[in-house]
Protein backbone atom coordinates (compact mmCIF):
# COMPACT_ATOMS: atom_id res chain seq x y z
CA UNK A 1 0.00 0.00 0.00
CA UNK A 2 2.78 2.32 0.60
CA UNK A 3 3.54 2.90 -2.56
CA UNK A 4 -0.20 5.33 -2.74
CA UNK A 5 2.90 8.28 -1.46
CA UNK A 6 4.28 8.14 -4.75
CA UNK A 7 0.93 9.13 -6.00
CA UNK A 8 0.05 11.79 -3.40
CA UNK A 9 3.54 13.64 -3.80
CA UNK A 10 3.12 13.39 -7.07
CA UNK A 11 -0.44 14.93 -7.37
CA UNK A 12 0.57 17.93 -5.67
CA UNK A 13 3.23 18.68 -8.03
CA UNK A 14 6.56 18.15 -5.35
CA UNK A 15 8.11 15.07 -7.73
CA UNK A 16 8.04 17.89 -10.48
CA UNK A 17 8.94 20.65 -8.71
CA UNK A 18 12.34 18.69 -7.00
CA UNK A 19 13.51 16.90 -10.00
CA UNK A 20 14.11 20.10 -11.65
CA UNK A 21 16.79 20.99 -9.41
CA UNK A 22 20.32 18.66 -10.20
CA UNK A 23 21.99 19.54 -6.84
CA UNK A 24 20.58 20.68 -3.54
CA UNK A 25 18.79 23.80 -3.76
CA UNK A 26 19.46 26.86 -1.37
CA UNK A 27 17.23 26.41 1.74
CA UNK A 28 16.86 30.26 2.11
CA UNK A 29 15.91 30.40 -1.35
CA UNK A 30 13.10 27.49 -1.10
CA UNK A 31 11.49 28.97 1.90
CA UNK A 32 11.53 32.55 -0.14
CA UNK A 33 9.88 30.15 -3.35
CA UNK A 34 7.12 28.45 -1.36
CA UNK A 35 6.14 31.88 0.07
CA UNK A 36 5.38 32.83 -3.29
CA UNK A 37 1.72 31.27 -5.44
CA UNK A 38 2.93 27.46 -5.17
CA UNK A 39 -0.58 27.04 -3.96
CA UNK A 40 -0.54 25.55 -0.16
CA UNK A 41 -0.07 22.02 -0.74
CA UNK A 42 3.17 21.89 -2.87
CA UNK A 43 4.36 24.69 -0.14
CA UNK A 44 3.35 22.37 2.98
CA UNK A 45 5.25 18.84 0.17
CA UNK A 46 8.36 21.08 0.53
CA UNK A 47 8.53 21.75 3.95
CA UNK A 48 7.99 18.22 5.03
CA UNK A 49 9.97 16.57 2.11
CA UNK A 50 12.60 18.62 1.49
CA UNK A 51 13.15 21.04 4.42
CA UNK A 52 12.65 19.06 7.29
CA UNK A 53 9.85 21.79 8.58
CA UNK A 54 6.91 20.65 10.70
CA UNK A 55 3.73 20.69 8.85
CA UNK A 56 0.18 20.08 10.19
CA UNK A 57 -0.77 16.48 10.60
CA UNK A 58 -3.84 16.87 8.63
CA UNK A 59 -1.53 18.52 5.46
CA UNK A 60 0.70 15.39 6.52
CA UNK A 61 -1.89 12.94 6.20
CA UNK A 62 -2.91 14.60 2.75
CA UNK A 63 0.46 14.83 1.61
CA UNK A 64 1.36 10.99 2.08
CA UNK A 65 -2.59 9.68 0.59
CA UNK A 66 -3.17 8.70 4.53
CA UNK A 67 0.27 6.91 5.33
CA UNK A 68 0.96 9.49 7.98
CA UNK A 69 0.76 7.44 10.92
CA UNK A 70 2.42 4.70 9.20
CA UNK A 71 5.27 6.95 8.68
CA UNK A 72 5.50 7.55 11.96
CA UNK A 73 4.96 3.72 13.47
CA UNK A 74 8.27 3.42 10.83
CA UNK A 75 10.28 5.91 12.66
CA UNK A 76 10.34 8.39 9.35
CA UNK A 77 7.64 11.12 10.83
CA UNK A 78 8.39 12.64 14.25
CA UNK A 79 4.52 13.90 15.75
CA UNK A 80 4.72 16.64 18.22
CA UNK A 81 2.23 18.94 19.47
CA UNK A 82 0.18 18.23 16.11
CA UNK A 83 2.64 18.97 13.67
CA UNK A 84 4.70 15.70 11.84
CA UNK A 85 8.14 16.55 10.79
CA UNK A 86 10.72 14.03 9.16
CA UNK A 87 14.07 13.40 10.90
CA UNK A 88 16.10 15.41 8.88
CA UNK A 89 15.33 12.70 5.78
CA UNK A 90 14.78 13.96 2.58
CA UNK A 91 12.34 12.82 -0.13
CA UNK A 92 14.18 12.73 -3.56
CA UNK A 93 13.28 11.87 -7.00
CA UNK A 94 15.99 10.45 -8.78
CA UNK A 95 16.08 7.93 -11.74
CA UNK A 96 13.04 7.28 -11.52
CA UNK A 97 12.63 6.40 -7.89
CA UNK A 98 11.07 8.18 -4.59
CA UNK A 99 13.08 7.51 -2.09
CA UNK A 100 13.29 8.67 1.45
CA UNK A 101 17.29 10.04 2.14
CA UNK A 102 19.23 12.27 4.67
CA UNK A 103 20.76 15.43 3.70
CA UNK A 104 23.58 15.15 1.23
CA UNK A 105 26.03 14.97 4.77
CA UNK A 106 28.94 12.05 5.04
CA UNK A 107 27.76 12.30 8.71
CA UNK A 108 24.62 11.99 8.82
CA UNK A 109 23.34 7.97 8.76
CA UNK A 110 21.23 7.76 5.96
CA UNK A 111 23.28 9.27 2.90
CA UNK A 112 22.64 10.01 -0.59
CA UNK A 113 25.41 12.24 -2.54
CA UNK A 114 27.49 13.07 -5.51
CA UNK A 115 29.27 9.45 -5.40
CA UNK A 116 25.63 7.91 -5.26
CA UNK A 117 24.49 9.58 -8.33
CA UNK A 118 27.83 8.46 -10.38
CA UNK A 119 27.47 4.87 -9.20
CA UNK A 120 23.64 4.94 -10.27
CA UNK A 121 24.42 5.93 -13.84
CA UNK A 122 26.94 3.22 -13.94
CA UNK A 123 24.31 0.56 -13.08
CA UNK A 124 23.45 -2.33 -15.55
CA UNK A 125 21.92 -5.54 -15.04
CA UNK A 126 19.24 -7.83 -17.16
CA UNK A 127 15.90 -9.50 -16.69
CA UNK A 128 16.13 -11.94 -14.25
CA UNK A 129 19.95 -11.69 -12.95
CA UNK A 130 20.93 -11.52 -9.59
CA UNK A 131 22.30 -8.30 -8.01
CA UNK A 132 23.60 -7.48 -5.22
CA UNK A 133 23.81 -3.80 -3.65
CA UNK A 134 26.60 -3.68 0.02
CA UNK A 135 26.53 -0.61 1.65
CA UNK A 136 22.89 0.01 0.44
CA UNK A 137 21.96 2.72 2.80
CA UNK A 138 18.61 3.77 1.58
CA UNK A 139 18.79 0.73 -0.70
CA UNK A 140 18.49 3.05 -3.85
CA UNK A 141 21.04 1.26 -6.31
CA UNK A 142 19.54 -1.94 -5.23
CA UNK A 143 15.92 -0.41 -5.92
CA UNK A 144 17.48 0.84 -9.28
CA UNK A 145 18.72 -2.96 -10.10
CA UNK A 146 15.17 -4.05 -9.09
CA UNK A 147 13.27 -1.36 -11.36
CA UNK A 148 15.46 -2.55 -14.32
CA UNK A 149 14.47 -6.18 -13.67
CA UNK A 150 17.14 -7.57 -10.91
CA UNK A 151 16.32 -10.05 -8.39
CA UNK A 152 18.44 -8.11 -5.62
CA UNK A 153 19.88 -8.58 -2.54
CA UNK A 154 21.05 -5.03 -0.28
CA UNK A 155 23.14 -5.14 2.55
CA UNK A 156 24.06 -2.69 5.42
CA UNK A 157 25.63 -2.55 8.59
CA UNK A 158 22.69 0.24 10.24
CA UNK A 159 19.32 -1.08 10.97
CA UNK A 160 18.32 2.07 10.16
CA UNK A 161 19.24 2.74 6.95
CA UNK A 162 17.85 -1.35 6.07
CA UNK A 163 14.18 0.30 7.90
CA UNK A 164 14.22 3.30 5.18
CA UNK A 165 15.25 0.61 1.96
CA UNK A 166 12.61 -1.28 2.62
CA UNK A 167 10.32 1.29 2.84
CA UNK A 168 11.49 2.77 0.00
CA UNK A 169 11.05 -0.31 -1.89
CA UNK A 170 7.68 -0.43 -1.04
CA UNK A 171 7.01 3.59 -2.32
CA UNK A 172 8.11 2.07 -5.40
CA UNK A 173 6.39 -0.92 -5.92
CA UNK A 174 9.27 -3.33 -6.02
CA UNK A 175 9.70 -4.81 -2.71
CA UNK A 176 8.78 -8.88 -4.61
CA UNK A 177 12.09 -7.77 -6.16
CA UNK A 178 14.82 -6.96 -3.55
CA UNK A 179 15.09 -8.19 -0.24
CA UNK A 180 16.94 -5.95 2.39
CA UNK A 181 19.34 -7.84 5.34
CA UNK A 182 21.42 -6.33 7.97
CA UNK A 183 24.86 -7.43 8.06
CA UNK A 184 28.19 -6.46 8.34
CA UNK A 185 29.41 -6.64 4.38
CA UNK A 186 29.99 -10.27 3.18
CA UNK A 187 28.61 -11.34 6.31
CA UNK A 188 24.81 -10.31 5.36
CA UNK A 189 24.72 -13.01 2.96
CA UNK A 190 24.19 -16.47 2.87
CA UNK A 191 26.37 -19.63 2.43
CA UNK A 192 27.04 -20.17 -1.45
CA UNK A 193 25.18 -17.54 -2.85
CA UNK A 194 26.43 -16.09 -6.12
CA UNK A 195 25.50 -12.69 -8.03
CA UNK A 196 25.40 -11.81 -11.55
CA UNK A 197 26.29 -7.72 -10.62
CA UNK A 198 27.85 -6.63 -7.46
CA UNK A 199 27.93 -2.93 -6.55
CA UNK A 200 28.82 -1.36 -3.90
CA UNK A 201 29.18 2.10 -2.42
CA UNK A 202 31.44 2.15 0.91
CA UNK A 203 32.55 4.17 3.38
CA UNK A 204 35.47 5.59 1.36
CA UNK A 205 36.83 9.18 3.00
CA UNK A 206 39.93 8.97 4.75
CA UNK A 207 39.77 9.51 8.09
CA UNK A 208 42.17 9.93 10.75
CA UNK A 209 42.38 7.08 13.21
CA UNK A 210 40.58 7.60 16.25
CA UNK A 211 38.42 9.88 14.64
CA UNK A 212 34.58 9.90 15.43
CA UNK A 213 33.68 9.52 11.69
CA UNK A 214 30.18 8.03 11.88
CA UNK A 215 29.90 5.17 8.95
CA UNK A 216 28.92 6.52 6.24
CA UNK A 217 31.93 8.28 5.50
CA UNK A 218 34.66 6.24 7.35
CA UNK A 219 37.32 4.82 4.79
CA UNK A 220 40.23 4.31 7.31
CA UNK A 221 43.67 5.97 6.64
CA UNK A 222 43.71 5.38 2.87
CA UNK A 223 40.06 5.74 2.09
CA UNK A 224 40.32 1.57 0.78
CA UNK A 225 39.30 0.29 4.53
CA UNK A 226 36.16 -0.99 3.14
CA UNK A 227 36.66 -1.10 -0.46
CA UNK A 228 40.07 -4.12 0.21
CA UNK A 229 37.25 -6.13 2.34
CA UNK A 230 35.09 -5.78 -0.30
CA UNK A 231 37.95 -6.87 -3.48
CA UNK A 232 38.42 -9.54 -1.08
CA UNK A 233 35.18 -11.32 -0.57
CA UNK A 234 34.42 -11.04 -4.19
CA UNK A 235 36.06 -14.21 -5.66
CA UNK A 236 33.64 -16.05 -3.48
CA UNK A 237 30.32 -13.84 -4.20
CA UNK A 238 30.62 -13.10 -7.55
CA UNK A 239 29.06 -15.43 -10.40
CA UNK A 240 31.33 -17.01 -13.10
CA UNK A 241 30.79 -14.88 -15.66
CA UNK A 242 29.51 -11.71 -12.97
CA UNK A 243 30.98 -8.33 -12.91
CA UNK A 244 31.32 -5.76 -9.87
CA UNK A 245 31.70 -2.00 -9.50
CA UNK A 246 32.23 0.32 -6.60
CA UNK A 247 34.25 3.42 -6.42
CA UNK A 248 35.95 5.28 -3.73
CA UNK A 249 38.40 8.23 -3.06
CA UNK A 250 42.39 7.09 -2.83
CA UNK A 251 45.95 9.09 -2.17
CA UNK A 252 47.92 9.95 -5.10
CA UNK A 253 51.22 11.68 -5.56
CA UNK A 254 49.74 13.30 -8.48
CA UNK A 255 50.89 10.62 -10.96
CA UNK A 256 49.54 7.73 -9.67
CA UNK A 257 47.22 6.18 -6.71
CA UNK A 258 49.01 5.00 -3.58
CA UNK A 259 46.96 1.96 -4.08
CA UNK A 260 47.98 0.74 -6.94
CA UNK A 261 50.70 -1.70 -5.97
CA UNK A 262 48.24 -3.51 -3.45
CA UNK A 263 45.55 -2.94 -5.75
CA UNK A 264 48.10 -5.08 -8.28
CA UNK A 265 48.68 -7.58 -5.91
CA UNK A 266 44.87 -8.18 -4.94
CA UNK A 267 44.31 -8.95 -8.75
CA UNK A 268 47.03 -11.39 -8.87
CA UNK A 269 46.35 -13.35 -5.25
CA UNK A 270 42.21 -13.17 -6.35
CA UNK A 271 42.26 -13.92 -9.89
CA UNK A 272 40.62 -11.02 -10.64
CA UNK A 273 40.28 -8.28 -13.97
CA UNK A 274 40.46 -5.04 -12.03
CA UNK A 275 39.87 -1.65 -14.14
CA UNK A 276 40.21 1.51 -12.68
CA UNK A 277 39.23 4.44 -14.13
CA UNK A 278 40.14 7.57 -12.61
CA UNK A 279 37.30 10.74 -12.45
CA UNK A 280 39.49 13.29 -11.04
CA UNK A 281 42.34 14.42 -9.64
CA UNK A 282 42.57 16.99 -6.44
CA UNK A 283 45.11 18.62 -5.42
CA UNK A 284 45.47 17.86 -1.18
CA UNK A 285 48.29 19.62 -0.30
CA UNK A 286 47.73 22.34 2.06
CA UNK A 287 45.82 25.56 0.69
CA UNK A 288 44.30 23.92 -1.83
CA UNK A 289 40.45 23.46 -2.00
CA UNK A 290 40.17 19.48 -1.42
CA UNK A 291 42.90 19.99 1.82
CA UNK A 292 40.90 22.82 3.11
CA UNK A 293 37.58 20.32 2.92
CA UNK A 294 39.43 17.38 4.36
CA UNK A 295 40.45 19.75 7.17
CA UNK A 296 36.49 20.43 8.08
CA UNK A 297 35.67 17.32 7.67
CA UNK A 298 38.00 16.22 10.32
CA UNK A 299 37.07 19.09 12.69
CA UNK A 300 33.78 18.40 12.90
CA UNK A 301 34.54 14.40 12.85
CA UNK A 302 36.57 14.20 15.77
CA UNK A 303 37.93 15.76 19.01
CA UNK A 304 40.65 17.49 18.24
CA UNK A 305 41.03 21.86 17.70
CA UNK A 306 42.53 23.55 14.38
CA UNK A 307 45.75 22.78 15.36
CA UNK A 308 45.61 19.21 15.83
CA UNK A 309 43.68 18.25 13.04
CA UNK A 310 46.24 20.53 10.55
CA UNK A 311 49.38 18.57 12.44
CA UNK A 312 47.27 15.37 11.77
CA UNK A 313 46.46 15.80 8.29
CA UNK A 314 50.18 16.89 7.63
CA UNK A 315 51.20 13.44 9.03
CA UNK A 316 48.31 11.47 7.17
CA UNK A 317 49.59 12.99 4.07
CA UNK A 318 53.19 12.35 4.90
CA UNK A 319 52.12 8.37 6.24
CA UNK A 320 50.57 7.87 2.33
CA UNK A 321 52.95 9.56 0.74
CA UNK A 322 50.13 11.80 -0.39
CA UNK A 323 50.21 15.08 -2.89
CA UNK A 324 46.62 14.56 -4.51
CA UNK A 325 43.50 12.37 -4.14
CA UNK A 326 41.69 10.63 -6.47
CA UNK A 327 38.35 10.00 -7.48
CA UNK A 328 37.98 6.16 -8.86
CA UNK A 329 35.32 3.65 -9.95
CA UNK A 330 36.45 -0.41 -10.03
CA UNK A 331 34.63 -2.34 -12.51
CA UNK A 332 36.00 -5.92 -11.86
CA UNK A 333 35.41 -9.55 -13.45
CA UNK A 334 36.80 -13.22 -12.46
CA UNK A 335 39.76 -14.44 -14.47
CA UNK A 336 42.22 -17.65 -15.03
CA UNK A 337 45.13 -14.78 -14.51
CA UNK A 338 44.46 -11.80 -12.79
CA UNK A 339 45.11 -7.95 -13.91
CA UNK A 340 45.25 -4.40 -13.12
CA UNK A 341 44.46 -1.47 -15.36
CA UNK A 342 44.19 1.56 -15.40
CA UNK A 343 42.19 4.57 -17.23
CA UNK A 344 43.04 8.05 -15.74
CA UNK A 345 40.25 10.60 -17.09
CA UNK A 346 41.35 13.59 -15.27
CA UNK A 347 43.15 15.50 -17.82
CA UNK A 348 39.41 16.06 -19.04
CA UNK A 349 39.13 17.91 -16.41
CA UNK A 350 36.28 18.16 -15.32
CA UNK A 351 34.49 20.15 -12.02
CA UNK A 352 32.61 17.36 -11.13
CA UNK A 353 34.08 14.50 -8.99
CA UNK A 354 32.41 11.04 -10.72
CA UNK A 355 30.89 12.32 -14.12
CA UNK A 356 33.08 14.49 -16.85
C1 LIG B 1 28.32 6.15 1.20
S1 LIG B 1 26.93 5.30 1.91
C2 LIG B 1 26.23 4.60 0.44
C3 LIG B 1 24.72 4.53 0.46
C4 LIG B 1 24.05 4.11 -0.86
N1 LIG B 1 24.47 2.80 -1.29
C5 LIG B 1 24.27 5.10 -1.98
O1 LIG B 1 24.88 4.75 -3.00
O2 LIG B 1 23.83 6.25 -1.84
C6 LIG B 1 27.73 3.96 2.70
C7 LIG B 1 26.82 2.97 3.43
O3 LIG B 1 27.64 1.88 3.89
C8 LIG B 1 27.14 1.38 5.11
N2 LIG B 1 28.21 0.61 5.74
C9 LIG B 1 29.32 1.07 6.38
N3 LIG B 1 30.09 0.06 6.80
C10 LIG B 1 29.47 -1.08 6.42
C11 LIG B 1 29.76 -2.47 6.56
N4 LIG B 1 30.88 -2.88 7.18
N5 LIG B 1 28.88 -3.37 6.05
C12 LIG B 1 27.75 -2.98 5.44
N6 LIG B 1 27.41 -1.67 5.28
C13 LIG B 1 28.25 -0.74 5.75
C14 LIG B 1 26.69 2.64 5.83
O4 LIG B 1 25.75 2.36 6.84
C15 LIG B 1 26.11 3.46 4.67
O5 LIG B 1 24.73 3.25 4.53
Not at 317 to 334: C, E, G, I, K, P
Request: with cysteine.
Amino acid sequence: MLHTLRAAVDRCGYLDLISAFTTDPDPGKMRDFIDTEVGPDLADAVRLFHLADPVSSEAADRLTGGLCSQLTQAGLFQLNDGQVRTKNLKLRFVDGLVFFTGAPSARFPLYFGDDSLGLLRRQRIRQGERGLDLCTGTGVQALKLALAGGVVTGVDINPFAIQVARLNAEFNGVSAKVEFRRGDLWAGLKDGERFDWICANPPMVPALPGGLYPLVGDGGDDGLEITWRFLAGLPGALAENGQAITLGVAWSDGVLPQCLDRMRIVADEQDLNIRMTITRTLDARPGSGWYEALKQTYLGATAMDEAQVTQALGEQLDRNQATHSVMYFLNVTRASRGSLTLADLSPFRSQRLWDI
